[in-house]
Structure formats: C-alpha cells, structure tokens
C-alpha cells in the first residue's frame, strides 16, 4: 500500500515559499539548438500542467512534484491557465514543446481536445504523462491515477447512502463537463448506487467547473430545485468546498448532507461547525510526486510505459506500470472530525 500522508505537514509550509512560475519561459534548459553549450541537451526539465492554478488540490501536487524534481536534479516548473478549460491548456504544451521538455506532466481538462497538441509534443521528443484527469492512451505514455475508479465510487456511494438513510433524492455536483476523471467517477457512481441502494435516485448532476463561484451558484439552484433533496455528492475539491460554504449558511445546514471528495485544510471548518460528517480523498502531494518520478523514469530512458515495467518513486517506494499505461496511487481515505486534525494540506 504506497498510501501516506507523512509528508503532508512539511510540504505545505514549503508551498508557501514557493513562486508560480506562469510564463512557461523561465527555464529553458532542455536545450533546443543554439543552446548554451555544455550538457544543456541531457539535462532533465519536467513542466507540471494542472487543469488550473489556484487550486489548492494541485497546489499540494505542484510541492510533491517540486520535491521529486529536486530530488532527481531536474529543472522544474509550473504553468497553467487560470481556468479549467483545454484551450487554456494548449498554448502551454505548444511552448513545452518548442522548450524541448524531457516530460510534460498534465491533468487534462479534456479527454480529447489537447491530444493534438500532446501529440505535437512528443513527436519533439517530450515525455507525456497525465496525472489525475487523463487524456485517451494514445495521447499519452503514462497515466499516474490517484485511485481506482470503482474504488472512488464506492466510497462516496457508501458515506452519502449513510448520511441519508439510505433513500432519497441525490444530486451531483461535479467539475467541468468534460472533466475525464469526474465524469468516469460520476458514471461508476451511478451504477454503484442503483446496484447498492436502490432507494436512493440521483436526480441530475450539474457542472461548477471547477470554479468557486459558479458551484455555490449551482448548489443555491439545486436547493430550489429540489425540495426534497437529501443529499449532494461533489467529486471535486472546489465544489464540494463551495457548496459547504453555501449549505453551512443556509437553512438545509444539517438537513441536505454534503459528501464527496475534498481537502482536509477546505474542509475543516465545515466538518467542526457540523455541515459535513465525513468526506473522501487520497493524497494530491503524493499524487504529483509519483508523476514525477514517472516522468524521469521515462525521459532517462528507464522505463518505456511498458506494462510491467518498475521504476522508483523516492519515498513513495517501487511502482509498477499496469495495463494501458496506468500506474495506480492507491485507495481513498475517508476524513472525519476523529482525524482530519491529523492532515494539514
Ligand atoms: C479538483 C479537480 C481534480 C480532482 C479533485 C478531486 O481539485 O477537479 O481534478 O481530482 O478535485
């Protein structure tokens, strides 16, 4: 089990001392050409792409991922659009690729729509792997997944049917609408829960696209929407914690349950004033380290993407590559008010 929170603590205060690099142009060691001489070509560069900045869930992947490329020497950088939209995520892999990275690491906003440009990339000799939301295979070598899909499933069909009883109305509020990652969850879900409980229906699922504002917005019309409503499942770090906003203020405090995937430093006021009782997630910081060492792993010429193929994640210990390419973090951990004094990102 590579699970582990250890890090967790130490992590977040290097965050904070941390620069966002937005440009994409800070360092463009990877040698194209007319480069400065020396070793510049063989040097390793690794650019971290999240589906946007500000999001505290990548925040926590971007000092995972810094650490590791320490670790291996590399260059290392961050860059990505304001919002978690695939055109906003196109101009920063034509630059990787024109910088020559040895390997572009991306959570996709879009299963479809940056595969062109992934593909330009690696056809200039850049290493794609996707962590968190992937892309088609094809678009890709690797993909880092946080968890399995069923597993992410289960445990949120599991902590919402408990919160409710079992039975009733049921809504989802999840992140953008081409979200790889949540639209895959969101599927499994359902099935999870029709097979599972079958007195609970899931009415709709509405999209916040990952952005603070228009999931409080979505929760607000969800309420009026269904007045009966017993419960909200939010796949996503920025809506489950808006929505918590929203019902921690409202008369359905305590009366619509809220549950799903977020960040225990999001979260914590909620589950201490009572709005929430328990949600899910694994660790983002872990998540961006292990795509790290996979990323070196391939542009160092270790591994080729190959099932079976091993290779070393720092502390994390040895990973193996799975069927299609996808290497696999480990299991959701449920946080609660008995241990979410114990995490700190
Ligand atoms: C948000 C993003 C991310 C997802 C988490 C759970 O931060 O949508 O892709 O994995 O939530």
Redesign the pocket.
Known sequence: MKFSFKRATAGIAAAAALTLVLAGCADTSGGDGGGDGGSASTELSITLLP?NLG?P??DASRVGAEAAAADLGADFEEVGPTEATPDGQVSYINTAAQQQRSALVV?ANDPNAICDALNEASDAGVKIVTF??DTNPECRDLFIN?ADTEGIARVQGDLIAEQIGGAGEVAILS?SAN?T??NAWNEAFEEYVASEYPDITVVETVYGD?DDQTSFDKTAALLQTYPDLKGIVS????GIAAAARYLSDSDAKGEVALTG?GTPNQMREYIEDGTVTAFA?WNPEDLGTLATYAAAALANGDITGAEGDTFSAGDLGEYTVGADGVVLLGDPFVFDADNIGDFDF
């Open positions: 589906k999001n869930y990548f959570s968190d939301s946080q992140a979200a990652n949540q990952d796949p996503t770090t920025v995937l997630l």
